[in-house]
């Protein structure tokens, strides 16, 4: 087993770039979330996918949007990137949505 | 609003130490609390799981206890090795709500 898989494991953008980031869940999760942190923070929700479908969201500004594919991986977006968007991108699995999650090694995005 | 708390921020020890890691939450309605294990610049590595209705959890040389009426969790490390050096993370689960909600995490450095 895998586990959870993102890719890439880093990145550099420059300002106003858009970027994608990946996620494929741990086999038999169904569900997978999103988390931003950023140095010496702990991850702050973003959102979570569910059955293809965006289930709740945290606090962050529609430049962050998501998708979520039959095979249930997952994507990440982020338009008209600051530098403030620096962080450790976390994505973590689970089955169904209320049992252990389980986070993948993140992608360390640098927008310079 | 649920916020997670986690004292000390950081430890340094000695080999051999037994150490008690706090967090302290302020929403007392949690479906589950979950310790992680970070090292530097990586992604969150699973160690417990306490649902709200267990008491506590132990896999190892650890034992997370859960006292839900006030809001606090340890995280027991008995005879702390080298290798145990990382950041713990705690992350609580609210009642529809599918998000963790994580503290800052305490740095933890055990020296030979």
């Known amino acids: 087993d895998a586990g959870v898989t993102q890719s890439p494991t880093h990145l550099i953008k420059t300002r106003g770039q858009q970027v994608t980031l990946r996620c494929s869940p741990k086999?038999?999760?169904?569900?997978v979330s999103w988390y931003q942190q950023a140095l010496g923070q702990g991850p702050q929700f973003i959102f979570q996918?569910?059955?293809?479908?965006?289930?709740q969201r945290g606090n962050f500004p529609d430049r962050f949007s998501g998708h979520q594919f039959p095979n249930y991986s997952s994507e990440l977006n982020v338009n008209a990137l600051l530098l403030g968007d620096s962080a450790l991108y976390l994505c973590?699995?689970?089955?169904?949505?209320?049992?252990?999650?389980?986070f993948g090694q993140g992608t360390r995005l640098t927008v310079v | 609003k649920q916020e997670v708390t986690q004292i000390p921020a950081a430890l340094s020890v000695p080999e051999g130490e037994n150490l008690v890691l706090n967090c302290s939450f302020t929403?007392?309605?949690?479906?589950?609390l979950q310790w992680f294990r970070q090292d530097p610049g990586k992604g969150l590595t699973s160690l417990l799981l306490?649902?709200?209705?267990?008491r506590e959890q132990t896999s190892g040389r650890l034992n997370a206890s859960l006292d839900k009426s006030s809001g606090r969790s340890t995280l027991y490390i008995a005879a702390s090795q080298p290798g145990d050096s990382a950041t713990y993370l705690c992350?609580?689960?609210?009642?529809?709500?599918?998000?963790?909600?994580f503290g800052t995490g305490t740095r933890l450095q055990v020296f030979p």
């Open positions: 992350a609580v689960e609210g009642y529809n709500t599918d998000k963790l909600i």
């Open positions: 086999s038999g999760h169904d569900t």
């Open positions: 306490i649902q709200s209705s267990q």
């Open positions: 973590a699995s689970s089955y169904n949505t209320e049992n252990e999650a389980f």
């Open positions: 929403d007392s309605a949690i479906y589950n």
């Open positions: 996918y569910y059955e293809e479908e965006e289930r």
